[in-house]
């Protein structure tokens, strides 16, 4: 079965939204800075708590939380 890879690109635009680098948003949530970029480009996936912290840093609704984090990566 094909490993089902998820668009981080509202995710990439939130972060940018709050004038943070990848280093500095990576050292607020507590994430190595190169899993995140693994993570960032689909080479990965985030665990629930992170996505907890990221909603936190990021201010993201949690009724939010698939718009960033589950919407279906198509090329």
Known sequence: ??????????LK??????????NEFANKVNIGRTALYSKLERNGE???SEMFRICNVLEIPLNEVSVYFFTKYVR
């Open 1 to 10: 079965m094909k490993k089902i890879k998820f668009d981080y690109n509202k």
């Open 13 to 22: 635009g939130r972060i940018k939204e709050k004038n943070l680098t990848l």
């Open 46 to 48: 985030f665990t629930e």
